[in-house]
């Protein structure tokens, strides 16, 4: 089994700053990618930013500018550093590992960490 968990939600003005961490433990072989989502109530899950093994990133065109998403690897710990957070960010935000436990293909996700920002 592989668990992800994830820290460092709450709640923060806007203009202000958070840094989100997820761990993973477990039965993991390889990493292929690591990311955030969110949901906002009433919203489908949307891909916030990733993190490829090789440190490739990707980042949603609304938070471009304001969040980094990095990577320790000896940790299999992923962060995702956010500034300049606006309302609109407000969110449950979850944690995703991409990769490998042996024999299985996994897409492993965190449960969860409430990101609220006030205007």
């Known amino acids: 089994q592989v668990q992800l968990v994830e820290s460092g939600g709450g709640l923060v003005q806007a203009g202000g700053s958070l840094r989100l961490s997820c761990a993973a433990s477990?039965?993991?072989?390889?990493?292929?990618?690591m990311g955030w989502y969110r949901q906002a109530p009433g919203k489908q899950r949307e891909l916030v930013a990733s993190?490829?093994?090789?440190?490739?990133?990707n980042y949603a065109d609304s938070v471009k500018g304001r969040f980094t998403i990095s990577r320790d690897n000896s940790k299999n710990t992923v962060y995702l550093q956010m500034n300049s957070l606006k309302p609109e960010d407000t969110a449950v935000y979850y944690c995703?590992?991409?990769?490998?436990?042996?024999?299985?293909?996994?897409?492993?996700w965190g449960q969860g960490t409430l990101v609220t920002v006030s205007s």
């Open positions: 995703n590992l991409r990769g490998r436990s042996y024999f299985l293909t996994l897409d492993a």
């Open positions: 477990g039965s993991i072989s390889s990493i292929n990618a």
């Open positions: 993190i490829t093994n090789v440190g490739g990133t």
